[in-house]
C-alpha cells in the first residue's frame, strides 16, 4: 500500500469527517464502543474527539485483557508466587495490577520469584535455567495472544518439560459483544471492531450483531484515518439500514480469519465460562486447556486454595467503565487516589487501559480537569 504524504492524509481525513457530518443527524447521539485498547488510545492521541460532529459518543469497552482479568485470578497468581519452588513468567503489564491484598510487585519487592517475559516461548529457556522450579505462567490474553501461547504450550509438550504450567485466563471478544447487549444497561449504536482480535477470528464471528441484534459494527485498522474510515461505515449503515459487519481493514482481516491460527486454539483448548472484571461470568467466553494438556494446566496439576475471598479495589469502577456505562473521569477515585503512578484499579495500570488512556491523554491544558 502506498504510504500517504502528510497533505494526502490531511486531505483523507478531511474528507472522511466530511462524510461522517454528513451522515450524521444533527441532535442525534450516537455512541460507538470501541473494543479494543490500542484503539482507545489511537483516538485520544489523534484528538478524533474533537474531530467528530458533538453527538457522537465514543465509548471505551472490555478490550484491554489485562483489565478484564478478575480479582480471583490476580489473587491465584500471588499464591503461586508464594510458593517457594515457584517462578511466575508474566507479560509486564501485570506486575501492578492490583490483587485483594497486594499485586505481583509487591510480591517481587518481599523476595517472590517474579520474571517478566516478552514472549510466551521464554518459559522455555526459564524450565531449562531453572529445572529445579516450577515455572507458572500467567496466560492471559484476547483471541492474538492466544494463537501465541497456544503454540507455546504445544512446543512446550514437544519437548517433554515438566515444569512449566499455565494459569489461564483466556478472554474471547465475540461473547463479550453479546453479554453487553444482553444487559442493555448501557445503550451502544455500534461497536469498532478490533483489527488484531479480528485478524485470528475473521469477520464471521460477529454475524450476530447484525443478525440477531440489528447493531451495526466495523473492524478497524488503528490509526486516526481508518478509526475515521470505520466510524463513517457504521454511520452509513445506520443510514441506509443495511446493517452488516463491516471491515475497512481489509488489508489484513479475511472473512474466515487464520485457519491455522484457529484449529491450533481448537486442538490444544476447550471453550468454557469465564469472568471477567466487573462484568462477571460470561457464557463461552473463555478458554481452558484440554484433558490432553491438563498435565500443564497450573490449577489441575499444582492446585491451591485462596485463604481469604477475593475483593475489589474498594470504591474502584473499572469494571462499569469497562462495560462503556460511565467514562473513566467520572470514577471518584479518578486522578485523585488511583493515578498513573499508583493505580487502584487495572483500567489505569495498562497502557491499553481506558483509565491509563485518559489519564495520559485526556488530561486538560489547565491542568486541572479532564475533558470529555
Excluded at 490483587?99 to 517481587?108: D, K, P
Aim: proline residues 6%; negative net charge; charged residues 20%.
Amino acid at each position: 500500500m502506498k504510504k500517504l504524504t502528510l497533505q494526502e492524509k490531511q486531505n483523507t481525513a478531511d474528507a472522511l469527517l466530511k462524510r461522517i457530518n454528513a451522515l450524521h443527524e444533527p441532535g442525534e447521539t450516537v455512541r460507538l464502543m470501541e473494543v479494543c485498547g490500542t484503539h482507545t488510545v489511537s483516538i485520544f492521541r489523534e484528538g478524533l474527539r474533537q474531530l467528530l460532529p458533538s453527538g457522537i459518543e465514543l465509548v471505551s469497552g472490555p478490550g484491554c485483557p489485562v483489565c478484564v482479568t478478575d480479582q480471583t485470578y490476580m489473587d491465584k497468581a500471588l499464591a503461586y508466587a508464594e510458593r517457594e519452588d515457584t517462578i511466575i513468567a508474566t507479560f509486564g503489564d501485570m506486575l501492578k495490577v492490583p490483587g485483594s491484598y497486594s499485586s505481583l510487585s509487591e510480591a517481587q519487592a518481599k523476595g517472590a520469584h517474579i520474571h517478566v517475559i516478552y514472549t510466551p516461548l521464554e518459559v522455555i529457556e526459564l524450565s531449562k535455567k531453572y529445572p529445579e522450579k516450577k515455572i507458572v505462567f500467567l496466560a492471559i490474553g484476547f483471541e492474538t495472544t492466544i494463537a501465541v501461547i497456544c503454540a507455546t504450550v504445544k512446543a512446550v509438550h514437544e519437548a517433554g518439560l515438566k515444569n512449566i504450567f499455565f494459569l489461564v485466563s483466556h478472554k474471547l471478544v465475540p461473547p463479550a459483544l453479546r453479554a453487553l447487549l444482553d444487559r442493555q444497561e448501557g445503550h451502544i449504536d455500534g461497536f469498532i471492531l478490533p483489527g488484531h482480535v479480528s485478524v485470528i477470528i475473521g469477520e464471521e464471528p460477529y454475524g450476530f450483531l447484525p443478525e440477531e441484534y440489528g447493531v451495526p459494527s466495523c473492524i478497524a485498522g488503528f490509526d486516526g484515518l481508518e478509526i475515521l474510515s470505520a466510524i463513517a461505515n457504521i454511520l452509513e449503515q445506520r443510514k441506509t439500514g443495511n446493517i452488516v459487519v463491516g471491515n475497512t481493514y481489509h488489508s489484513v482481516v479475511m472473512q474466515k480469519g487464520n485457519p491455522v491460527a484457529q484449529a491450533m486454539m481448537k486442538e490444544v483448548y476447550d471453550i468454557c465460562d469465564d469472568a471477567w472484571r466487573g462484568i462477571g461470568i460470561i457464557p463461552n467466553s473463555g478458554l481452558a486447556l484440554k484433558d490432553e494438556y491438563a498435565a500443564y494446566d497450573a490449577e489441575r496439576a499444582l492446585p491451591i486454595e485462596l485463604e481469604k475471598p477475593s475483593l475489589d479495589p474498594k470504591g474502584c469502577q473499572c469494571g462499569r467503565v469497562l462495560q462503556g456505562l460511565i467514562k473513566p473521569s467520572e470514577c471518584p477515585l479518578f486522578g485523585k487516589s488511583c493515578t498513573a503512578d499508583h493505580p487502584v484499579g487495572a483500567c489505569m495500570v495498562s497502557v491499553e487501559g481506558s483509565c491509563a488512556a485518559w489519564y495520559k491523554y485526556g488530561y486538560s491544558s489547565g491542568g486541572s480537569t479532564w475533558e470529555d
